[in-house]
């Protein structure tokens, strides 16, 4: 303890970090000289990157971690974050019914949207083949579509891999959602915004509800995994632990540097400040947070580099929209924001460094699961935020079925190709006699 008490800032590391925010202010003036929320769509991001990197929180990590070590803090917090969203989006959607706002799925051009509402999708065929080969590939990719931003922004490889394929195969997956959806198989579903059937009271009541069994479910396997033998606790690096507070408090020490930028956020600080990142994107921009309809937009403008023009209406607005430029978008600037939240994360805590660790063999892998993820997410019409997150605490029965497809994919992912890629390990029975 000693000698974390002692340690010295990295400096290097810091200069860095001190130069990304300069640069980062200075694009975020230049934005504002067009309008101030794009401004405010970057700090966003860099805040969310933050908070996701500090707290080292994913959305994969809440299936992997539980399935390899049977340890499901952060599977408990996440839903402990969904009844948190959920509360706070049913104040601001209640607050815009009452103000003769409807769900957008339903609205004419000159109807009030609620906020949010732009979530609630069809459940059908593309939401489950969707959500299930997302999950697959968010397994083989080591991080979901927030996850590989923030890795991403951490100097991990891996995602530098899968972040290319992620962004091109959310093309076809776009088009064939639309195709789908245009077809008589498509229309084998429901579009269901809970409040319209329960109303907002009898909404959260019954996601609670489903919350609780999820939450009962997950501390029952939890205790399966200890009777069993192969369970594992959680545990952080030495210098991610407190410091003991055994000195005078001075605010100009490591100490205080450590508690600031180094010291890890536990999963439900993570899953908190979250929550609330999420209300304020709903607050300032109307809709939900999401990643991947910004990754559609940079997948088309990549092919329109290479002389490809996609002209299809179901593209019609996205092509709208890069002709305009992505600097200009949102989604695309928060993103971009994720990045450089999470490198600050790492710079400041002089833990940067790029994770070359991994095979050619574990490289496709990563592809692959970059792939999948682009595909499905645009399949299912959204990923873990959009289509999981974001429908879910905008009431919408898609959502719970996003997930049940999306924790069946990675747990098949899990199983069938443990032991074959460096970031899935080989099944815990291998070589061990069953306790």
Not at 236 to 251: A, G, I, S, T, V
């Amino acid at each position: 303890m000693k000698m974390q008490t002692t340690a010295k800032i990295n400096k290097t590391q810091l200069i860095i970090a001190l130069c990304i925010i300069a640069i980062t202010s200075a694009f975020g003036k230049f934005l504002s000289q067009t309008d101030n929320k794009l401004t405010l769509f970057l700090i966003t991001g860099v805040v969310l990157g933050y908070i996701l990197s500090r707290s080292r929180y994913g959305f994969a990590g809440g299936i992997k971690r539980i399935y390899v070590t049977g340890e499901g803090s952060l599977t408990k917090v996440l839903l402990i974050m969904f009844a948190i969203t959920m509360v706070a989006s049913a104040g601001i959607q209640w607050a815009a019914v009452a103000k003769g706002a409807v769900p957008q799925f339903r609205a004419a051009s000159s109807d009030l949207i609620i906020p949010g509402s732009q979530s609630v999708s069809m459940f059908n065929i593309s939401t489950i083949l969707g959500g299930f080969l997302f999950g697959i590939g968010m397994i083989f990719a080591g991080g979901c579509a927030s996850g590989t931003l923030s890795d991403l922004g951490e100097g991990e490889i891996r995602s530098a891999i899968a972040l290319p394929f992620f962004v091109l195969f959310t093309i076809p997956g776009h088009a064939l959602r639309d195709s789908i959806a245009q077809s008589s198989i498509g229309k084998i579903g429901a579009q269901v915004y809970l409040p319209d059937v329960f109303g907002f009271i009898g909404a959260i009541i019954i996601s609670f509800a489903i919350l609780l069994v999820l939450y009962v479910i997950t501390r029952k396997y939890e205790d399966f995994r200890k009777k069993e033998g192969f369970y594992e606790e959680t545990v952080f690096e030495p210098n991610e632990m407190p410091l003991p507070e055994d000195e005078d408090f001075k605010f100009f020490s490591y100490k205080t540097y450590h508690k600031f930028f180094i010291e890890r956020w536990s999963f439900l600080k993570g899953g908190m400040l979250l929550s609330i990142g999420f209300i304020f994107v709903l607050n300032t921009t109307g809709k939900n947070w999401g990643v991947t309809s910004a990754f559609t937009k940079l997948g088309v403008k990549i092919v329109n580099l290479f002389g490809i023009e996609i002209t299809s209406p179901a593209f019609a607005s996205i092509v709208k929209d890069v002709n305009t430029g992505l600097i200009y978008d949102g989604g695309t600037l928060r993103n971009v924001g994720i990045v450089i939240g999470a490198a600050l994360c790492m710079l400041l805590a002089g833990k940067f460094s790029f994770n070359l660790n991994f095979r050619f063999k574990d490289a496709v892998y990563y592809a692959v699961g970059g792939a999948l993820m682009g595909f499905g997410s645009r399949l299912a019409g959204g990923c873990n935020l959009g289509a999981l997150y974001s429908a879910i605490s905008s009431f919408s029965l898609s959502g719970w079925g996003f997930m049940v497809a999306l924790c069946l994919g990675g747990i098949v992912g899990l199983k069938l190709f443990a032991g074959k890629v460096n970031i899935i390990p080989p099944s815990r029975y291998k070589g061990k006699a069953k306790a």
